[in-house]
């Protein structure tokens, strides 16, 4: 369900103009990242975040993934540590800095 939101939304975000997503966008990419990368679908989570045509909406709303990303490289011991580096290391190099 949550990978299903995640596509779906991500979808929807493509055919916006860049910087446009409304906060309901940033709440479901939040959510159902957040929910994949804790119930252990990061290799999908990786293929969606590394897919060029969703580069702009990395960029906008990526640094909201880190939190779990954060948990999941704390536990060493995860069978999913190597997806969710990439993630972590592809999230620092594309996303911008947050405004606060």
Same mark, same amino acid.
């Given at each position: 369900m949550a990978? =299903?939101?995640?596509? &779906? %939304? %991500? #979808?929807r975000c493509q055919a916006l103009p860049d910087?446009?997503?409304?906060s309901e966008d940033h709440d479901v990419f939040t959510i159902s990242g957040r929910t994949c990368i804790e =119930?252990? &679908?990061?290799? #999908? %989570?990786?293929?969606i975040v590394l897919d060029e045509k969703n580069q702009e909406i990395v960029?906008?709303?990526g640094w909201n993934l880190l939190p779990p990303l954060i948990q999941v490289l704390m536990n060493k011991d995860s069978e999913k540590l190597s #997806? +969710?580096?990439a993630i972590f290391n592809h999230l620092l #190099?594309? +996303?911008?800095?947050?405004?606060?």
């Open positions: 990978l =299903e939101q995640l596509s &779906d %939304v %991500v #979808q910087d446009s997503y409304t =119930e252990g &679908d990061s290799a #999908q %989570v990786l293929s960029r906008c709303m #997806q +969710c580096l #190099q594309t +996303c911008r800095p947050k405004d606060f």
